[in-house]
């Protein structure tokens, strides 16, 4: 006979409520790459290199030419709920930087080992400290450095059995890190990015700051994308709907592959937004007489107060205020691009 006795409710133990928790901001090693280049960027680097190993469950590297971390900051760095980005829950309205949560930080050390090695200007030399579930190690120690900030995390999931396993029976992590990089790389080209396996001598994406944007284009995705890209802008500036900006690079009727390539930014966050994607490929299959899916780079703003940033802690899908519109009006854009350009092409080509 089964008891009618209830269980017992316990209170969880720290350890384990913040080790299911980092689990799920840190997904899998490109999310940890991901929260570690953002956090490059909010620290103004132009300069950022990644090196991985055996996919990211080894060895993550991310460093960087930024402002640095105070050597009084270093206790508390790895803590969770830390950061130097957010004071206010009002300040979400507004905030600037890819980061606000401080919870990646933390979340590494509960899952992976973590060790910084930090400069900041007009210091003669860097710290290198280490943590583990939050807290440090040990004392900070001098070192040399060179300006900015290394990240590096070690044996990610080492505490998750069932995590590692998985990731080590899928193909690893290494070409969705270095399609992130490319796609950081495409957006931001006043910085300069590497990415490469640890041990190996020739990057896998490198990029050179201050080219333009299809010429960072080129270098990441290569010449045959590059040539078939055509320039495309909307913008909304009806004061009864949402206030929106939009720039980018679409593919034209030459370019004919199988697979959509969708880089989005809002507001300069790497975002997705299936609804947009599939407006997007519709317009594409309707224009065109090949069945080709697009390449799509595009950078959108909108009033911050427009965007959502808050809705999951991997921060991947933004909801948008009049989303329905803000699509519609990127449809009709790429239309007309795609149009004219499909009717230059049959002309070009008549004999
Ligand atoms: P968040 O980015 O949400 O603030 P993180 O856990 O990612 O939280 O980082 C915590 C804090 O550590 C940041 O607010 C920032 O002050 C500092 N930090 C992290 N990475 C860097 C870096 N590469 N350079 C300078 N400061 C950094
Ligand atoms: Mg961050």
């Known amino acids: 006979a089964t008891t009618l006795e209830p269980p017992r409710i316990r209170r969880l133990d720290e350890s384990v409520v913040n080790r299911i928790a980092a689990g799920e901001v840190i997904q899998r090693p490109a999310s940890a790459v991901k929260e570690l280049v953002e956090n490059s960027l909010d620290a103004g680097a132009t300069s950022i290199s990644v090196v991985v190993k055996d996919g990211g469950l080894k060895l993550i590297q991310v ?156 270098t990441v995705y290569g010449v045959s994308v590059a040539r078939d890209l055509m320039e495309i802008t909307a913008s909304d500036d009806n004061p009864v709907r949402s206030i929106f900006k939009m720039d980018g690079f679409i593919s034209n009727a030459n370019y004919v592959v199988k697979k959509t390539t969708m880089i989005l930014f809002i507001n300069d966050r790497l975002v997705e937004c299936t609804a947009l994607k599939r407006a997007i490929e519709v317009v594409y299959s309707a224009t065109l007489p090949k069945a080709s899916k697009p390449f799509i780079y595009m950078s959108i703003g909108l009033p911050s107060e427009h965007v959502d940033v808050n809705i999951h802690p991997t921060k991947r899908e933004v909801s948008l205020l009049n989303q329905e519109s803000l699509i519609e009006t990127i449809q009709t854009a790429v239309e007309s691009k795609l149009m004219n350009s499909n009717t230059s092409r049959t002309f070009q080509t008549q004999p």
Not at 82 to 88: A, E, G, N, Q, V
Not at 145 to 164: C, D, K, P
Not at 190 to 199: D, E, L, T, Y
């Open 63 to 218: 460093s960087d030419n930024g402002h640095g971390i105070r050597y009084e900051d270093l206790p508390i760095l790895c803590e969770r709920h830390t950061t130097s980005k957010l004071s206010t829950y009002e300040d979400l309205q507004t905030i600037k930087s890819m980061g606000f949560r401080g919870e990646a930080l933390a979340s590494m050390t509960y899952v992976g080992h973590v060790t910084v090695t930090t400069i900041t200007e007009g210091q003669l030399h860097g710290y290198r400290v280490s943590y583990r579930d939050g807290v440090m190690e040990n004392e900070p120690r001098p070192c040399a450095a060179v300006r900015g900030t290394q990240i590096m995390v070690e044996n990610l999931f080492y505490n998750m059995i069932a995590r590692r396993k998985t990731l080590q029976n899928s193909s690893d992590d290494y070409p969705k890190i270095i399609d992130l990089i490319s796609r950081f790389a495409v957006h931001n080209i006043s910085v300069s990015f590497s990415c490469r396996k640890h041990g190996a001598n020739r990057a896998d994406v490198h990029t050179v700051a201050a080219c333009s944007r299809l010429d960072a284009i080129r």
